[in-house]
């Protein structure tokens, strides 16, 4: 019998972190050292006041059963964090539970979206801000992120016949891949815009407690008349490290929070009550490790974005997110998927090529900070030793295979 795919299934190729991870695997088989800053997982310890609650819960035979529902408490909860660390209030209809952000980005296109509206995504961006909307049939359409705008979106090059069908806006600060923050006044911007144009914002909030230099995190459903247009996505992922629990939250504008709840009440019948317990203690708990996580993140940044540019490398500073962005060495050109595989050869140190992050990410490279800063120093001692940020002119190799030759050893 031959299986004919869905067509949709077409774009669906090999990705990037699977190409890497087989070439990791290629040098850690041949003994050499690797240094993984590729994917942004995590690598702080869960809580473990977050730990014992889930292992309570899970003695429990009760709590076994579908959850069907959001624990009251685990509302309680959200609206507890979200008033004392941005300041905003929630009513019970402005909150639900997601199974992780990625998911709830996948599909939160559903409920708001017919086939052909327009969702406008970022570019560079997160692949998936424009995979959920392509799958339930609607269109992308790009905005541009670039430096001389400070990655921020120019709102009125945008034309007015694209406006006129597009359903919502996926926005996100501090941006993954480029490690941006948004300042007051772009947020005040744009949720006068939105209105303007009748156009739903949605924001993906994942990163707001890693962020760097004494930034303030910033919610955007903390800026007035944002609730009249906007949800946000704030996942537990990497503030808690609670990554494999899979817990976020869609908050917001009660209307679609409402029927995006009900969407979902089709696909799953709740979250693991024991996961749900976890996610209370992470939300109602101290705050300390949080910060002190922040810290260390921003002493592994020091470490990569400082050390690279003390060796000639400029990788400017990361603002926010657990990662850094910077372009890659100028002889290089634009090929930064060649120059990604020709650093993690010479020096074993990966990282991931901008170009997977939209044509805008071409000739750059993003760093995830996922190493303590030990490793960190040493990857950064690796690079410089390995001669790769140095080019090479046609003079210096003509005279190297001159002398070869005459010594015979070519």
């Keep these: 019998m031959e ?12 990705g990037i972190f699977q190409v890497l991870n087989e070439k990791r695997f290629e040098l850690e088989k041949a003994g050499r050292k690797v240094y993984n800053l590729s994917v942004g997982t995590p690598d702080f310890p869960v809580p473990q006041h977050i730990m014992d609650a889930v292992v309570t819960a899970a003695k429990k035979p009760e709590n076994y059963k579908y959850a069907l529902r959001d624990l009251p408490e685990l509302i309680e909860a959200v609206k507890t964090r979200f008033r004392n660390r941005y300041g905003v209030m929630l009513s019970d209809d402005e909150i639900t539970s997601v199974y992780g952000s990625q998911e709830g980005i996948t599909h939160i ?11 406008l995504v970022p570019n560079p961006g997160y692949q998936i801000f424009s995979i959920g909307p392509e799958l339930c049939g609607a269109k992308t359409v790009t905005y541009d992120l670039i430096e001389e705008n400070g990655y921020l979106p120019d709102l009125a ?7 006129e069908r597009t359903k919502f806006m996926m926005i996100s600060y501090p941006l993954n891949p480029v490690c941006k923050c948004a300042p007051e006044s772009f947020y005040e911007e744009v949720i006068a815009w939105a209105k303007k144009h009748n156009i739903i914002l949605v924001h993906d909030n994942a990163y707001s407690d890693i962020i760097y230099d004494g930034r303030p995190g910033r919610s955007i459903l903390s800026y007035e008349g944002a609730k009249e247009v906007a949800v946000e996505f704030y996942s537990l992922s990497k503030s808690f490290n609670y990554t494999g629990a899979r817990v976020s939250f869609l908050t917001g504008n009660a209307e679609i929070v409402q029927s995006f709840k009900r969407l979902r ?42 050390g690279l540019r003390g060796i000639g490398w400029d990788i400017p500073d ?32 990966l ?8 044509p805008l990410g071409k000739g750059h490279v993003r760093f995830a900070l996922v190493l303590p800063v030990e490793q960190i120093n040493e990857a950064v001692k690796a690079i410089d030793g390995s001669g790769i940020l140095k080019k090479v002119s046609v003079d210096t190799v003509e005279e190297v295979v001159y002398t070869c030759c005459c010594d015979n050893k070519i």
């Design 351 to 358: 990282c991931t090529p901008g170009s997977s992050f939209g």
């Design 157 to 163: 090059t945008i034309p007015e016949e694209v406006l």
């Design 3 to 14: 299986i004919k795919l869905a067509k949709r299934m077409d774009s669906f190729a090999e």
């Design 265 to 306: 009440s089709q696909i799953d019948y709740g979250t693991f009550l024991p996961v749900q317990y976890g996610a209370i203690a992470a939300l109602t708990g101290p705050d300390g490790m949080v910060k002190e996580q922040c810290m260390e993140y921003q002493k592994r940044r020091d470490a990569l974005c400082g």
């Design 318 to 349: 990361s603002e926010g997110t657990m990662f850094a962005w910077g372009k890659i060495p100028a002889h290089f050109g634009d090929d930064d998927t060649a120059f990604v595989m020709k650093l993690m050869e010479k020096t074993g140190v």
């Design 109 to 119: 296109a559903l409920p708001l979206c017919d086939p052909g509206d327009i969702v």
